[in-house]
């Protein structure tokens, strides 16, 4: 029963879904009746408006058309302007309509229109002003000034034609007052034609300022068109009278160019210029007079290149410009003249140099202030400054390489004229000192061979060589900045530098030279000495005094002067220290043979010269600076080594695998060379010598029997504990002196 009652349920609900749809339906097709009738109003209200709106603009446009011509005949520009933009655009309204005869009649009148008003307006400039003749002011103005907004309205061509032809009527004066036959169109009165542009551009300022629209930027136009002519007639000029052509003239003119050009960026926005007159590449270039504002500027700066600020805000000024070049660069083709000019003054400049040191001869020694920088090269880097500033504002091109190239010749002449060929030369005698006067001298030695001038001088063109590696290298960034990005690799003064650092070596190997040959007799007495017949141990020996003071006597000095370049001093000490060092050694070995108080004696002499060697960088000095870790380094290995060679002698030969090893441990040496030598220095008899050489040889490659080594090492401790003791007592002797 349940069941029956649901299916009946469902079918009622079925039913009433089907009466609703049948009226939905009814419904849409009722509403489509109501709306037929008002869409087809609408379409037709829609299409009645647009014939309304394009009969109202066919009406307008032959009214126009009549209006336009009518007007033109009578020359009537103030409303043909406005009227013919507006007529031009109904016009465009009718261009989906143009197979219509009568629209396409419509559309060629207004063509005839414009064209007509173009002829028209040509031929009123024409009459206004005339190619031949003079101008005719005032009249005629405030119908030019309406047919120019015509124009604005017209094919641009024609506003190009009236810009054009008027542009040259104003100039032909000017094309005939500076002929290239005339006395003023000479480089020496150029000033003359930028007053008569200048006097120009307010005449027409004054009668026909108001006559061009202000958007045509007429001022400009004339001004760069001047510019243009005034470029091509300078260029012919100078191509026909290259050979007059002076420096001073050139630069001269150059001057009065740049000024001009920087007074016209200071006026005109340089809008006009993107008509493609003058080419992009001209505009990085600085825009202010190059030559007012450097030469006040380098007479007062500061001499080195690197603390000379007039370069730089000169950097942000350059998009400022963009009309530098515009007439300059004509004087591009003729700048060799300035090159080799540059070339010749640098030249006597360099001689100047080389007679002024000859006459004054060296710098004073100045003790106080350290080695004196030599003025001329500060005056050489001045003058380079000058010249690369003037230079640069010139041209950024081909003349700066060329220029950079005279830089490189006389940097080089710099030095070795000045430099190199200044230094005292080194003489070839050992001084002829005998071991008895040597072992005899006293304070104030002549062993020394360079004078304290000498050294003051050597010291002098050591820092002047410096100074000029360091400001090379600044000139170098700023040829680089200076010049055009495509040439900035053709500027390198690497040789440059690399000249001046040669200068440096040999200066601090000629200052290393004479300390070790004013020590050689020293070294030579104690090679001399006869070492097997020291009796007692005392102080130390006369010829490490001699060394001492002649430390003591140069190293100040050298200090003193090289304050300023503290890192080349530090170079003149590590140098000796590997000069004197293995020389030492070597006349070590030339005292032979020697006994047990001889090798003591010359232990401690070799001690002491190890405590001198290490205060070497600031002995005779009032404060007391450490000396640099690497020179400690070297004095430290090398003279060790020299202490080693000796405990070796002081240790008894026998038993020899005792003596072998103990050689082998405390020198580390494998050279049999060298143990030959300690050998001849124990004085031992050849014999001996040959049994003790291949004992070594057999006890060389000893590594892998690591047992036999031990004993043999174990045997060998008491003598060194007695050598360190006796070692011990040394020190303590010698600090007790010092």
Request: proline share 5%; aromatic share 6%; hydrophobic share 40%.
């Given at each position: 029963q349940a069941l029956e009652e649901a299916q009946k349920a469902i079918q009622q609900l079925f039913g009433k879904i089907k009466d609703i749809k049948d009226k939905a339906e009814k419904s849409e097709q009722m509403v489509k009746e109501i709306t037929r009738d008002i869409k087809q109003l609408d379409h037709a209200k829609r299409h009645l408006t647009t014939s309304i709106t394009t009969l109202n603009h066919l009406h307008m446009l032959a009214g126009g058309v009549d209006s336009l011509e009518a007007m033109t005949r009578r020359r009537q520009y103030g409303e043909v302007a406005n009227l013919l933009q507006g007529v031009v655009n109904v016009l465009e309204h009718f261009n989906k309509y143009m197979g219509i005869p009568q629209i396409r009649q419509l559309s060629e009148r207004v063509k005839a229109a414009q064209n007509e008003l173009g002829q028209q307006i040509l031929a009123d400039f024409e009459e206004a002003f005339p190619s031949q003749g003079t101008k005719r002011p005032g009249g005629?103005?405030?119908?030019?000034?309406?047919?120019?907004?015509?124009?604005?309205?017209?094919?641009?061509?024609?506003?190009?034609?009236?810009?054009?032809?008027?542009?040259?009527?104003?100039?032909?004066?000017?094309?005939?007052?500076?002929?290239?036959?005339?006395?003023?169109?000479?480089?020496?009165?150029?000033?003359?034609?930028?007053?008569?542009?200048?006097?120009?551009?307010?005449?027409?300022?004054?009668?026909?300022?108001?006559m061009f629209p202000q958007e045509w930027c007429m001022t400009e136009r004339i001004a760069v068109e001047f510019c243009h002519v005034t470029r091509t007639e300078l260029a012919k000029i100078m191509r026909t009278r290259a050979k007059e052509i002076e420096v001073k003239l050139l630069l001269f003119a150059i001057q009065r160019t740049t000024n001009f050009e920087g007074l016209l960026a200071k006026r005109f926005s340089g809008c006009t210029l993107a008509d493609g007159t003058v080419k992009k590449p001209e505009v990085p270039l600085p825009s202010t007079n190059p030559f007012l504002e450097d030469e006040t500027g380098t007479e007062t700066d500061e001499i080195v290149i690197e603390k000379s600020d007039t370069d730089k805000p000169k950097k942000p000024k350059v998009p400022d410009n963009p009309f530098h070049g515009i007439v300059s660069k004509c004087f591009e083709p003729h700048l060799y003249v300035y090159i080799e000019s540059q070339d010749k003054n640098l030249g006597e400049l360099i001689d100047r140099f080389v007679a002024d040191f000859k006459a004054q001869g060296p710098p004073k020694p100045n003790v106080d202030e350290g080695g004196a920088v030599l003025p001329s090269c500060a005056d050489l880097f001045v003058y380079y400054k000058k010249c690369m500033v003037q230079c640069s504002q010139l041209s950024t091109g081909e003349p700066m390489i060329a220029l950079t190239t005279i830089f490189q010749k006389y940097l080089r002449e710099y030095a070795w004229k000045i430099l190199s060929g200044n230094l005292p030369k080194t003489t070839s005698s050992s001084g002829g000192l005998t071991i008895t006067s040597l072992l005899k001298e006293k304070e104030g030695s002549e062993v020394a061979k360079f004078t304290l001038e000498e050294l003051c001088l050597i010291c002098s063109i050591l820092s002047t060589a410096e100074y000029c590696l360091a400001t090379t290298q600044q000139l170098e960034e700023k040829l680089k900045e200076k010049v055009d990005a495509s040439l900035v690799e053709r500027i390198n003064l690497t040789g440059e530098m690399d000249t001046f650092s040669i200068v440096i070596s040999n200066s601090i190997q000629l200052l290393v030279q004479d300390l070790d040959a004013a020590c050689d007799p020293a070294l030579t007495a104690m090679s001399k000495m006869q070492w097997q017949n020291v009796e007692h141990v005392g102080d130390q020996s006369p010829y490490v005094t001699s060394v001492i003071l002649h430390i003591k006597q140069n190293v100040p000095i050298i200090r003193d002067n090289l304050a300023s370049t503290r890192k080349y001093f530090t170079q003149f000490c590590i140098k000796f220290a590997n000069s004197f060092i293995p020389k030492f050694i070597n006349h070590l070995f030339k005292?032979?043979?020697?006994?047990?108080?001889?090798?003591?004696?010359?232990?401690?002499?070799?001690?002491?010269?190890?405590?001198?060697?290490?205060?070497?960088?600031?002995?005779?000095?009032?404060?007391?600076?450490?000396?640099?870790?690497?020179?400690?380094?070297?004095?430290?290995?090398?003279?060790?080594?020299?202490?080693?060679?000796?405990?070796v002698v002081m240790a008894p030969h026998e038993p020899p695998v005792v003596f072998v090893d103990n050689y082998i441990?405390?020198?580390?040496?494998?050279?049999?060379?060298?143990?030959?030598?300690?050998?001849?220095?124990?004085?031992?008899?050849?014999?001996?010598?040959?049994?003790?050489?291949?004992?070594?040889?057999?006890?060389?490659?000893?590594?892998?029997?690591?047992?036999?080594?031990?004993?043999?090492?174990?045997?060998?401790?008491?003598?060194?504990?007695?050598?360190?003791?006796?070692?011990?007592?040394?020190?303590?002797?010698?600090?007790?002196?010092?």
């Open positions: 005629p103005s405030n119908v030019l000034r309406d047919a120019c907004l015509v124009a604005n309205v017209l094919d641009p061509r024609i506003k190009q034609e009236i810009i054009k032809k008027f542009i040259k009527q104003h100039l032909s004066e000017y094309l005939v007052l500076f002929q290239e036959n005339q006395d003023v169109a000479w480089l020496d009165k150029i000033d003359r034609r930028y007053a008569w542009i200048k006097r120009q551009l307010v005449d027409y300022e004054e009668k026909y300022g108001r005292c032979k043979p020697i006994s047990m108080v001889g090798a003591e004696q010359l232990l401690l002499d070799t001690h002491s010269l190890k405590m001198v060697l290490l205060d070497l960088p600031s002995i005779g000095s009032q404060v007391v600076r450490k000396a640099p870790a690497s020179y400690t380094k070297i004095v430290v290995k090398g003279m060790t080594r020299a202490e080693m060679i000796l405990k441990k405390l020198l580390a040496d494998c050279s049999t060379d060298t143990f030959q030598k300690i050998l001849d220095m124990k004085g031992l008899k050849r014999s001996e010598q040959s049994s003790m050489l291949d004992l070594f040889r057999q006890r060389l490659p000893a590594p892998p029997s690591g047992a036999e080594n031990a004993g043999s090492l174990s045997l060998s401790t008491p003598t060194p504990e007695q050598e360190s003791s006796r070692i011990r007592k040394l020190e303590k002797l010698i600090k007790k002196r010092l």
